[in-house]
């Protein structure tokens, strides 16, 4: 972080006052999400609140550092084009500022009235908002203003996680009773005695893996946005990865020239698919008129040309950093565009894979990024965990939760949230163990308490739609003070 001491006052300024709010997210997405991770540990008595909410502070930071980044640029990604390419500019910024406010107001209202609402829609509702916003802003088609594809995608993973939890779960339920006949471990806690000790140890597991899941999920939330911050304010140090290996710099000046071909190849197809309509040129006072397919020529042999004349990142001038990484996200949105034309299976496999390659500088976060965004999500979790975790623990069935319940929703909430960091999907651990912990107790027939359940559901349904409106009118007001 040498950058810092060759900063203006100002600009040092914005950039802590931006990462500020940013780790302000982390940090109310701790206390507010990860109490679901707990909720059960504590109500079975299989730890004490303290060291439960400790120990799931931990495994929050260790998760950061372990998921990979693939979550945190499929949240970014839901950002079109123009607005990804226009993050170094006082509009860039407040985009990102109305994110990060509207998905911290919405989430800390939540928490206070104790209801277990999701980070996750919170986000991708501020995110459409925003890029609704802009797209009205600028005079442009409401479809232009997000990418549409992304966030079909990931909203497909929001909805059926948490029919995932609740079913699951009360499936698991009854094999534990049909398999496991010891009573004991489908009674609620009596007093303040401790599981037996299997059904203890996998409780406290099943626990500290949703923690871990939950770390590797929400975390990378988190680092997107803090990247898209970095590359705004300091677009010569951040706006490509300066450490990618010299074959990789190879790999993406191979997969412009690939597309180079590709799109020479089919000249025709492409003006047949411009006539038709199918595909749209972008207008020339917008903010990035060469993001469309015509203008991804270009952009491939631009990338070749400036990558010719350096064999690492680190070689290329800074001046030029910023071209590059713009070059590369327009070329890459048009042959997403192309591979959605692509004639044949084989073939968007093989554009998949040029992109992949292509993408490689501009997908990454510094360790220090890392480190930070753990250190405010895992002291989060040991902030304010109370109220989230009476709501999950007591409300949601008529009886309080019981050893197998508990360990059966906690086991689905681990796998389903740890399958979708593999596939690099967002999904939201306050839905999906919450749902989990209700379908435990339709399954165990220990019935179902009407009004925190209809609470939970109005949070699920208003939080997409307040946060879009939180964020489309925070991106006018910040934008017109830009």
């Not at 010891?182 to 599981?195: K, R, T």
């Not at 899941?213 to 010569?236: C, E, R, T, W, Y």
């Not at 199918?278 to 270009?298: F, M, N, Q």
Request: charged fraction near 15%; include cysteine; hydrophobic fraction near 50%.
């Amino acid at each position: 972080m040498d950058f810092l001491w060759g900063l203006d006052g100002h600009t040092l300024l914005l950039l802590l006052a931006s990462l500020g709010i940013a780790l302000s997210f982390e940090f109310v997405n701790g206390f507010h999400d990860t109490a679901n991770a707990v909720a059960t540990v504590i109500y079975t008595k299989s730890l004490r609140a303290r060291t439960a909410v400790v120990l799931s502070g931990v495994c929050n930071f260790l998760g950061v550092h372990l998921g990979g980044i693939a979550v945190a640029y499929s949240i970014v990604h839901l950002l079109p084009v123009d607005l990804l390419v226009s993050v170094n500019t006082n509009l860039g910024l407040a985009m990102v500022f109305s994110l990060l406010v509207s998905a911290i107001l919405w989430n800390f209202g939540t928490w206070y009235l104790g209801l277990p609402a999701s980070s996750s829609h919170t986000l991708i509702g501020a995110i459409l908002g925003v890029g609704l916003a802009n797209a009205v802003r600028e005079g442009l088609p409401a479809g232009s203003g997000v990418n549409w594809h992304k966030a079909m995608e990931v909203g497909l993973s929001l909805l059926i996680s948490p029919v995932m939890g609740f079913v699951l779960a009360g499936g698991l339920l009854l094999l534990l009773r049909r398999y496991l006949k010891n009573a004991a471990l489908h009674s609620p806690p009596v007093g303040d005695a401790p599981p037996p000790a299997s059904m203890r140890l996998a409780l406290i597991v099943s626990g500290l893996g949703v923690s871990l899941a939950h770390g590797s999920n929400d975390g990378q939330k988190g680092v997107g946005l803090i990247m898209l911050i970095l590359i705004g304010i300091l677009p010569g140090a951040y706006a490509l990865d300066v450490d990618t290996p010299s074959r990789d710099v190879l790999a993406v000046r191979e997969a412009a020239a690939r597309f180079t071909d590709y799109f020479d190849a089919h000249r025709l197809e492409i003006e047949k698919a411009y006539a038709a309509g199918a595909l749209a040129e972008r207008p020339a006072d917008g903010l990035a008129p060469r993001c469309d397919v015509r203008g991804a020529v270009a952009a491939a042999e631009a990338i070749q040309v400036r990558l010719a004349q350096a064999d690492t990142i680190a070689a290329l001038p800074e001046k030029d950093r910023w071209d590059v990484r713009t070059d590369i996200l327009c070329l890459d949105d048009a042959s997403r565009l192309m591979e959605g034309m692509a004639a044949s299976a084989g073939e968007r496999e093989m554009i998949e894979g040029w992109r992949e390659a292509l993408r490689r500088p501009t997908e990454y976060a510094p360790d220090w990024v890392l480190l930070a965004v753990s250190l405010a999500l895992g002291v989060g979790t040991m902030v304010g965990w109370k109220r989230i975790v009476v709501t999950i623990g007591e409300k949601i069935g008529k009886s309080r939760l019981s050893y197998s319940q508990g360990a059966a929703a906690q086991v689905v909430a681990m796998a389903t949230i740890g399958l979708a960091d593999g596939l690099g999907l967002p999904v939201s651990t306050t839905h999906v163990l919450s749902s989990g912990v209700a379908g435990a107790m339709a399954a165990g027939k220990s019935g179902l308490q009407a009004s925190t359940l209809r609470s939970i559901a109005m949070a699920w349904a208003f939080t997409l739609p307040v946060a879009m409106f939180l964020g489309a009118g925070l991106f006018f007001l910040f934008a017109l003070l830009a």
